[in-house]
């Protein structure tokens, strides 16, 4: 009570200060703004319609979804992706489970594209579909990766972290001998090159339909992965992508996991990309070790300052959609999808939580 009321005396007294300025009105709406804009806290479905998993997202207050227009979420295993049915279908299964679909992450095949492949003209226009059908659907946010073939690795997915929860990891020396893949090897001169051939395709569609292509980094961003180049492995290449096509609609994921393990200062990687309005989506996670050697770690026991990642996107403006991306699978849950436990998720999520209360009242 004698807080509450303290608030209301210091607050009662801006306001009178202010009204003699002329300038209440202005204030009400910045605080307004401050009080509704909220960063929007979500869980990834890449499993399907996991029961478990909807009942305790919602029972923690977080109804945002991410995942593929996976047409077999919604029982239509014909459908493409990137179709209106698909689109329609998926939406309205996660509204019948009181989620709302925040991100479409894990697009349509795109291989062709990013190897400059026969076909992959084919492929830039079922995305182009795919964006004009998500604007029918009020769907914003693409997060892409320019990983082809050898998407996100790992090399152990049973490593014993904190009390012997189990933690993905990646040891470049386990795989640093492996083969080409029946590619062969691709520069990265060529990445960048059809990187750009993209680019110039789809931004333009992206403005017409108010669709946000949100690039996520190299996972885990090292040089070269049997003979195809990584161009996605650091804050520069960051820049000089968005500098290829500037646009509203260009920006990125910020992985904070990822970008920790290039060795870049999280803070200062969001208050560049934040206060450019690049910053579309964030995966909030940590890890220990570099790009060559490293593990993922609970959310307080990693490299990076946390709460200081948490007040800069505050201060910056950020406000758009952030999931805690993986988490150690703890006791008594399953490992059946590494990186995703239901129950680690908990922590998590009240980690995250704690973390903006404290930044906003700060902020």
């Avoid at 062709?112 to 059908?133: A, C």
């Avoid at 997060?143 to 998407?151: A, E, F, Q, T, Y």
């Avoid at 996107?313 to 406000?319: K, L, M, N, S, T």
Wanted: proline share 5%.
């Amino acid at each position: 009570m004698y807080k509450s009321r303290r608030n209301f005396v210091k607050k009662s007294g801006v306001l009178a200060a202010l009204s003699t300025l002329n300038l209440t009105e202005g204030f009400a709406k910045t605080v307004s703004y401050a009080k509704e804009a909220e960063i929007e806290l979500c869980l990834a479905y890449f499993y399907g319609l996991q029961e478990r998993k909807i009942a305790l997202s919602k029972q923690m207050g977080v109804t945002g979804a991410v995942s593929p227009s996976s047409p077999w979420i919604a029982g239509l295993p014909n459908a493409k992706p990137w179709s209106l049915e698909a689109l329609k279908a998926v939406k309205k299964a996660y509204e019948n489970h009181g989620l709302s679909w925040k991100v479409l992450e894990g697009t349509p095949q795109l291989d062709k594209t990013k190897l400059g492949l026969d076909g992959r003209d084919e492929e830039i226009e079922n995305f182009i579909t795919l964006m004009r059908n998500m604007k029918e659907i009020g769907l914003h946010i693409i997060c892409h990766n320019w990983m082809p073939v050898i998407s996100w690795a790992r090399t152990d997915f049973e490593r014993k972290g904190r009390g012997d929860a189990l933690v993905t990891a990646f040891d470049y020396e386990t795989i640093k001998d492996q083969p080409l893949t029946e590619y062969g090897e691709f520069t990265e001169e060529m990445m960048w090159d059809n990187m750009e051939y993209f680019l110039k395709a789809v931004i333009p569609e992206a403005e017409k339909n108010d669709i946000k292509l949100a690039l996520h980094p190299d996972d885990p961003p090292i040089p070269k992965i049997r003979g195809i180049a990584r161009i996605m492995r650091s804050a520069d290449a960051f820049k000089k992508m968005i500098d290829l096509y500037p646009s509203p609609s260009n920006g990125l994921t910020l992985c904070q996991g990822t970008f920790a393990t290039m060795g870049e200062d999280i803070p200062s990687v969001i208050r560049y990309f934040g206060k450019r309005e690049k910053i579309f989506f964030v995966h909030f996670r940590d890890v220990r070790g570099d790009q060559w050697n490293f593990e993922e770690t609970f959310h307080d026991e990693g490299k990076t300052d946390m709460y200081q990642a948490m007040k800069t996107y505050f201060e910056v403006g950020f406000r758009g959609p952030m999931r805690p991306d993986h988490v150690p699978t703890v006791a008594s849950d399953s490992n059946e999808h590494p990186g995703y436990s239901e129950l680690g998720t908990l922590f998590a999520i009240g980690y995250i939580k704690g973390l903006m209360e404290a930044a906003k009242s700060e902020v």
